[in-house]
């Protein structure tokens, strides 16, 4: 089959993602990708610049599949001469409906709003959702929250609030994990220096959605403890003057081996000698900085909630999954002081997370859009 993937924001894990997949099929996938930058205006303008390029080319695919920076709908009407009665299966790796705002109005993705979320933007991915044949959410927590958060949405206009597109999205989706390349770390494996304090893994986006301030309250504590460990904090940062990092730069300078953006040989040396790994997001609609610090040996500490508990088998649950900030705090310090039986959790989570990688992902990916286009094709032969 071949398949049309757009991308219209592409770049981070949205190009991880969709590289990955276009090696990993078993189908023949064409690539429509613009850049990953001014997010708002890819998301307006992107199906406009995407379907003129469609129209250009002379490939014609059997099936589209776009992601949720796309208005799949305004795409399909510009190029309806070539689209019609294609199918099209949408992937949200995100939305902007659940995406949380800021505590401080004068930054994240709507400080132009003084902190009001932009509903035209959460109005796009309905629009998507309701052209689309076959919705895919990244985790059973994204698909729920966007669902629970639609008719409560839809009651805000005055008037038709189509409350039944709720029910229509809900028939027409399903969830698919995000595919990841995991076996590009195999190479880097190396056991950790069994002379050195223990590392700590912080490998996430340095936003106010991953609560970096919670983070540091943790590894402040644990200091305190007068518990020895090394610190490598990793991710990008989109913002001028992150305040929290600042501080803990000064605070834990003793304990840091690495601080900010870590290229990818680097990062991959990390991620194989950390011990622990741990989170205290407020949002994740996914997690896959986690997965590749689990899949190479450091025991993820993760709240009970979100798509965390989706990630971790739930024989493990016990192991990994934390619920107030004091509990991660004491699981920080026994993981740091008895590296042996961290490591025997660890090994049974590494084992776990092979299930994300794309050898056994892009199967399901390849049966799930045959699935599309064989429903479509039903309908209009019916």
Same mark, same amino acid.
């Given at each position: ?24 099929? =078993? ?27 469609? /129209? ?42 659940? !995406? ?14 003084? =902190? ?33 958060? /639609? ?68 590894? !402040?504590? &644990? ?9 490598? &904090? ?11 990092? +600042? ?12 601080? =900010? ?57 016990? %192991?990994?999954? !934390? ?12 993981? /740091? ?6 490591? +025997?959790?660890?090994?049974? &989570? ?11 992902? %892009? ?8 699935? &599309?286009?064989? /429903? ?7």
């Amino acid at each position: 089959m071949k398949i049309a993937l757009l991308s219209p924001y592409h770049g981070g894990s949205h190009q991880a993602w969709a590289d990955g997949y276009v090696r990993s099929s =078993g189908h023949e996938i064409r690539l429509l990708a613009l850049p990953a930058r001014f997010w708002k205006w890819r998301m307006h303008g992107g199906a406009v610049t995407l379907a003129r390029e469609f /129209l250009d080319a002379a490939w014609q695919p059997d099936l589209l599949l776009a992601t949720d920076m796309l208005d799949l709908a305004t795409f399909l009407a510009l190029t309806r001469s070539r689209t019609a009665g294609l199918p099209a299966a949408l992937y949200c790796h995100e939305n902007q409906l659940t !995406y949380p705002l800021p505590g401080d109005p004068a930054s994240g993705p709507w400080r132009h709003q003084r =902190g009001q979320r932009d509903q035209h933007y959460a109005w796009i991915n309905l629009t998507s959702a309701l052209a689309a044949d076959l919705v895919f959410f990244n985790s059973h927590f994204h698909r729920d929250s966007f669902l629970d958060a /639609l008719p409560r949405f839809l009651k805000h206009f005055p008037e038709h609030n189509e409350l039944e597109a709720v029910d229509q999205i809900a028939a027409r989706s399903s969830v698919l994990p995000v595919g990841i390349d995991l076996r590009r770390l195999d190479a880097a494996h190396r056991e950790p220096p069994p002379d050195e304090p223990p590392l700590v893994l912080w490998n996430q986006r340095w936003e106010y959605d991953k609560n970096p301030a919670g983070a540091f309250a943790a590894l !402040y504590a &644990v200091q305190d403890a007068g518990i020895p460990f090394r610190l490598a &904090v990793c991710g990008q940062n989109f913002r001028r003057q992150p305040a929290e990092f +600042a501080e803990a730069r000064e605070r834990l300078r003793d304990r840091l081996v690495h601080f =900010g953006y870590a290229k990818e040989a680097r990062y991959q040396a990390l991620l194989w000698e950390a011990v622990v790994t741990f989170s205290t997001a407020w949002h994740e609609f996914f997690g896959i900085s986690v997965v590749e610090a689990a899949y190479c040996g450091a025991l993820p500490l993760l709240p009970r909630r979100l798509s965390y508990p989706e990630l971790v088998p739930p024989a493990l649950h016990n %192991a990994c999954l !934390y619920n107030e900030p004091d509990e991660l705090v004491a699981r920080l310090q026994t993981a /740091l002081t008895n590296p042996e039986a961290t490591r +025997a959790s660890a090994t049974q &989570v590494a084992q776990a997370m092979t299930r994300f990688d794309w050898s056994r992902l %892009a199967p399901a990916y390849d049966g799930a859009l045959t699935a &599309v286009a064989e /429903l479509v094709r039903g309908r209009v032969d019916a």
